[in-house]
């Protein structure tokens, strides 16, 4: 039998005493985890890095995702559900969601840098350690991609237009009361 040579026991030896002090480091409590105190640049770098690769490596490809057409439904879906964190042209943020860190992105900027699909991808999945829901457990692949091609066509609206774009009446007609009363009961 072989013995293993000097190389690989120090190469082994040196990973082993790596990883104990990672979680030495891990177990002391002294990485600040409060949001009124950002990360670690190498920490913050770690994070925004994986979660990038992550969506671009896990979002279906962008052949496969067909934006939709109704674009109001998605508006209101994103009104309800996202403004309060995310702001829109109109709105700012919602003030605890100022304080959340990361901070939620202002998609009229950050859209952009996200393919349909991806954007689909995040609404769907949620984004791990960011206050970012996942939506697909409570909604359909249709309204998921209502809500995402939305917030796609967010970077080419001017306020002016957001406006005039948000003043178009709802396409549902609201529930009757009654209606409310036996679906609360169903649950």
Not at 44 to 53: M, N
Not at 68 to 74: A, Y
Not at 117 to 128: M, R, T
Not at 130 to 140: K, R, V
């Amino acid at each position: 039998m072989k013995k293993p040579s000097r190389i690989v026991i120090s190469v082994l030896s040196t990973i082993a005493v790596l990883a104990i002090i990672v979680l030495i480091f891990i177990f002391s409590g002294l990485y600040n985890i409060a949001a009124t105190e950002p990360h670690n640049p190498l920490i913050g770098w770690a994070f925004s890095t994986i979660q990038e690769r992550s969506i671009k490596t896990l979002a279906p490809d962008d052949a496969a995702v067909q934006a939709s057409e109704e674009l109001f439904e998605g508006y209101q879906k994103f009104s309800a559900m996202c403004v309060l964190c995310h702001g829109s042209p109109t709105r700012t943020r919602w003030e605890p969601a100022r304080y959340m860190l990361p901070q939620p992105p202002n998609l009229k900027e950050e859209a952009a840098e996200w393919s349909l699909a991806e954007l689909v991808w995040i609404v769907e999945h949620g984004l791990k350690m960011t206050g970012m829901p996942a939506f697909g457990p409570s909604h359909s692949p249709d309204e998921i991609i209502q809500i995402a091609t939305f917030v796609d066509t967010l970077p080419g609206f001017s306020v002016s237009e957001y406006k005039e774009f948000t003043r178009h009446p709802p396409t549902e007609a609201p529930m009757e009361e009654e209606e409310e009363i036996k679906d609360f009961e169903k649950e």
